[in-house]
Structures are given as C-alpha cells and as structure tokens.
C-alpha cells in the first residue's frame, strides 16, 4: 500500500494517548511488521485516540517516537488500535465504521456485605447523562484495597468516584493511596456521608480531585467532565450540591440486576430527609420531599414484575398519607412478600394503623426508633419526648403481625447507665422482638458536635462514644460488648427457650452479666460458632445462674429443634440419639431466616 502523506494528530490529545498513537505508527499492526499507514489509517487512528485532556503544544515532536506509556491502562486502547488497523488493511471495514468508545467512569464503593446492593450508586447510574460510559464495581470490607484498586484499572477508567461511608472511608483512603502512586494522573471524585467541606472531613477529601457534598443524582455527569476537563493533580473546591428536585430523578428500577433481584437486599425509597432534629442524625431538620407517587408505584410495579418479593424502605418514616398508596400496593398483592419500613413511635393514624393490621403474618418488619424512653435525655438531643410511645409499641407487637425491631443508642448525653438499663427493660417487657443495642456516633455536620466534646469519641471510624459526662469509658465498653452478644443470643432468634432461663427481674442486668462472663471467658466478641456459644450459655446457666442442667440442656433442644439445625455440640449429644430432620420451609417465603426464627 503506497502511503499518500500524513496527518498529525489532533493538538488537543492527553501526553499518554500521544505517544500511544506514536507507538503504534511505529510499531505496526502486526507483530514484526512496520504500517506504512495512509489518510484512511490515520482517520482510525483519530477515531481510536480521540479524547479530550492535557494539550500538547507541538505534537508532531512525538510522531514516530516509540510507545513510552504502554503500562496496563493502555494496552487495551494499542490492542484494539491494531486490530482495527488490520481490518482497514484488508479492507473488511471502511474506517467511517470504525468507532472506538471512550473510556469510562468507574463509580465505586465497598458495601458492609455481598449481600448488600448499592442504592446510592444504582441511583446515580439511573441519572447518568454523561458521554461515557459507566461502570459500576461494589466490593466489601472484606477486599484488599491493593486488589480492589487492580479490578478498577481493569476498567480502564477515565475516572474513578467512590461513595464513602463511615464503615468504608479508610479501605476507599488506603485505595485511592494505591490509584495515586499506579496512576497518578487518574481523576478521583469521593462523595457520601463522610465528606465535608471544611477541615473536619476525613483525610480522604484532600487526596481526591474533588469531594462532593450533597445528593448528586442529576448533578454527577456534569461534574466528572468538569474534573476531566481541568487540569490533572489540582485539586478543585469541594462541590456542595443543594437537594435536587426528586420529580427530576429516575429511580434505578433497571439499575438493579436480576442477581441482585435474587440475591441481594434491594432498596427503594418514595421520600427522602426528616421532620425530626435528632442531635446525632444527619438528616436532622432536612425536611421530607417526596418522589412523585405515581412514579413510585411505577417503580415498585416494574420491580415486582421482575420477581422482586423482598422490599426495603430506606425512607425514615411511613407516617405521612402519601404513604397509603405504597402500603396498598402490597396488600393487593397475592404472591408472598416481604416489605421492611422505618417507622417513628408516634401516634398512628387511623388509616395507617388499620393498614398495617392487615398484612400478613411473616410479611411485615417494622423498624421502630425508639432510641431513648428517658425525658431529659430525649429533650437534650432534640427529639420530643412522646408520651404514646409504649402505645404505639404495643399495638405493632400486639395488634399486627409484623416483626418488630426497635432501636435503642446507649451513651446519650446526660444518659447513666442506670437509667438505660431501665430503658432497656420496659423496652424488652413490650415484647419487641429485636432490641438493637446501639451506640451513639458523633457524625460530621450534626449538631451533637456542639453537645458533646470530640474528646470523649473514637477519633476513628465508626467514630463511636468511647465516655461520657455520665458514663464511664468501663461501663460503655461493657455495653458494646453487650450489644454485640444481645445480637448474636436475642436477636438472632436461635435461643428463645433458652432466653427464658437467662433473663430474670431485669433483662438488662441479667444479660450484661452473662455478657461480662461470655467475654472473661470467650475473650472475643466475634467469630463464636454456634455451638460452641451453646456450650457457653450452659456453662454459665448451670455454673453461675444455678440453673438444673436437665432444664437447660431441654430448652436448648427445643431450640435446636425450632430452628432446625442438624448438628449438635458434645455436651448435647445423647447415646444412640438420631439427628431429626429439619421443619419444613413454608414455600416460596421470602421472609429471612432470622425472623423466621422468632416464631
């Protein structure tokens, strides 16, 4: 092929992708072969490197010259260069057909578990408006940062953006660490709960292009090609985004893939923000706006179609009317589901109450902020005291079928540990089912910052109370112990018969004894197998509490039994004795085994 002159490369071209195109010129299309290219090569070329970034003030210095930057990000780009070039040779494409896509941006986070699926990042893919495509790689807390930063260079991205919560922020700090010193010309966006605009924010803000502040559903694409467009390494003011008008955003129906369908929790929200001004709480004072409802039912129609039958409401509260058209959308339902709502122990209305009465048994969890049932302490963090508070309580543990879990935070000002541990028992003399036993953080913009000094606090994530004014850095210790054991012994439901025995004139103190025992003896608060916390729980009810061991060994079978475990401990073993099958699982129930557990 006669080469009929050359053209030069566009001057507005990023350095890398320059001598790119400079290796490939040089190198040829197949290995051992120099390309003689001509105009119509050249026009691939274009097509394959064209991208916006850093100008280059005299590009044709680099023509010819061989390819200095061919580390992984660019591999890709040179292999497909080449093999377009072969197909133009061999005219099999006209080079008009030869459309390379541009690089993408990647949007990142690592989530608690697997099993939880990104809103956040679902509702920015939802709203994504940019020229390029987008990526979306979740991990966990269980990835190595050096191994999650090579999966997102896998993508060749154009930039990364993380979303960045208080469980997360030192694995995405020690990530983006390793993207700086593989990529350091790589833009990096960070935004979520963590960030902030001032010198509070985490140390993350200062190493990314740009921190983000605010909920950016519709603002994101414009964002990350104003960071692609701005100069590499300098670092942009954070952007402080205000509320975007939710009749604006999509909700992410088809974000959501049909493995997330399947097997991973999937949330949905109709409202976003609170009435309520709880000093510890992020969203305090935010007001609530709410979605359109006819796009709401839309969402929720589209998903159950799919075969989502398990639903969780990230909204903070159901006590508003347009709330009633969602909660009649599932009772008109006939397949089995299962839905969890938010919900403010406050006076029900009439129409929401009787709504609630109706579903079903195993098709409602209803998650109740209690959070404290002391006056002061509720008057001093900024939350109204209710005085129908144990109503509510009683007609959603009584009066409905649903599986209730209330919230209770230890270490509030003015909080002792005394008057907790009587919260705690009228609480557990209620008959909630799940008693989740906090512990207060002091969050970056709350206004708990200006009520309780950052010295009584973890300086790191999670950024728990390590003492109070009124409670001791011992006692608090005790507590998260406590909570830790409560969720693996009570919550869990695997040992209803044998709680019984445990808890006597004051669940609270009773349980914190075991607790204190569990871990004089255990010496860990996780990875305790099952079984051998079986043989814990006797050993303390026999050798501490006195409890006849026939007893406890009975209320442990029965237990054992009820949830339909197969195995047991030694100790619980009987000569000759057959293992019985396992209970049935009701068909086609989506209700998760652990509350299943409680019937």
Known sequence: MEARGRVGPPAAWHRADLR????????????????QTDREEQEVLHRIFLREGEPVDHPEELEGQPARSRHQPLRPALGQARQALVLVRLRQVHPQQVIMQPRPVVIATFNARFAHASGALRCLQANWTGPRPLVLVEGTLEDDPVRFAERLLAESPALVAFSVYLWNV??????????????????????????????????????????????????????????????????????????PDLSQVRLPVDAFTDLDLAH???????????????????????????????????????????????????????????????LDFFLERTDPVFVH???????????????????????????????????????TIGRPFSNVIEETLDFCVNQTDAHVHADLIAGLPGETLESFAAGFDQLHSLGVHEIQL????????????????????????????????????????????????????????SFRETLSLLLRDSAFHSFLTFSDHLFSTARRTHGIELNRLSEYLCDFLCDVAGCPKPDVLAALEADYLRCGRTSRPAFMQKSGARTPPPPSKPPGSPRPPRQRRHN
């Open 438 to 493: 906090g512990i207060l953080k002091r969050l970056r913009g709350t206004s708990l910052c200006g009520l309780m000094p950052a010295g009584q606090f973890n300086p790191e994530p999670p950024y728990d109370v390590l003492f109070t004014d009124t409670m001791s850095f011992e006692d608090m210790q005790r507590l998260k112990r406590m909570g830790r054991y409560w969720d693996l012994v009570a919550n869990s439901g």
């Open 264 to 326: 991973r929790v999937c949330t949905v929200e109709t409202s976003r923000g609170c009435p309520m001004r709880c000093a510890f709480c992020t969203a305090a004072g935010t007001g609530v706006r709410r979605f359109p409802t006819d796009r709401v039912l839309a969402q929720l129609e589209a998903l159950w179609d799919r075969g989502l039958r398990r639903f969780k409401f990230l909204d903070r509260s159901i006590h508003h009317g347009d709330f009633e058209p969602v």
């Open 341 to 379: 709502f938010e919900l403010t122990p406050h006076r029900l209305s009439t129409a929401l109450a009787f709504r609630l009465a109706e579903f079903p048994p195993g098709s409602l969890q209803l998650e109740i902020g209690v959070q404290t049932l002391d006056h002061e302490v509720s008057g």
């Open 20 to 35: 790119a195109y400079a290796g490939v010129l040089g190198q040829g299309a197949l290995p051992g072969q120099r390309l």
């Open 170 to 243: 030192r694995l995405t700090e020690h990530t983006v660490r390793v993207l700086r010193r593989v990529r350091p010309d790589l833009p990096v966006i960070a935004g979520g709960p963590e960030m902030a605009t001032d010198q509070t924010g985490p140390e993350l803000a200062h190493l990314v292009d740009l921190a983000v502040v605010g909920e950016a559903d519709l603002a994101f694409g414009q964002l990350c090609e104003d960071v692609l467009a701005s100069s590499s390494g300098v670092r942009r003011p954070a952007a402080v985004l205000p509320p």
